[in-house]
Nanobody, 117 residues
């Protein structure tokens, strides 16, 4: 099983970034996919989730209206479009896969997002 994130980097406040996660080694379409983030000294928090079948998204209140999660079950990818970025969005962003039963969970290695002028 592999989850490989890409797209992180340094961006100015108000800017945009698009993160991508490429999955392999499991039945991608059967898993809910999520993005989490962890800032220095803080606990890892859920940013956005997209369900496996309906593809319904859910967002943390802190990113609603600014971030959009999407998935492509044909390409086994999940993306996070991040707009109107703020310094508070600075964190390592992790891709997560969870089976319908909740028993199986997989994590990527993370990608750094830094929002700074």
């Amino acid at each position: 099983v592999q989850l490989v994130e890409s797209g992180g980097g340094l961006v100015q406040p108000g800017g945009s970034l698009r993160l991508s996660c490429a999955a392999s080694g499991f039945t991608f379409s059967s898993y809910a996919m999520s993005w989490y983030r962890q800032a220095p000294g803080k606990v890892r928090e859920l940013v956005a989730t997209i369900t496996s079948v309906a593809g319904s998204p859910n967002y943390a209140d802190s990113v609603k209206g600014r971030f959009t999660i999407s998935r492509d079950n044909a390409k086994n990818t999940v993306d996070l479009q991040m707009n109107s970025l703020k310094p508070g969005d600075t964190a390592v962003y992790y891709c997560n896969a969870q089976s319908l039963s909740g028993y199986w969970r997989y994590w990527g290695q993370g990608t750094q997002v830094t929002v700074s002028s």
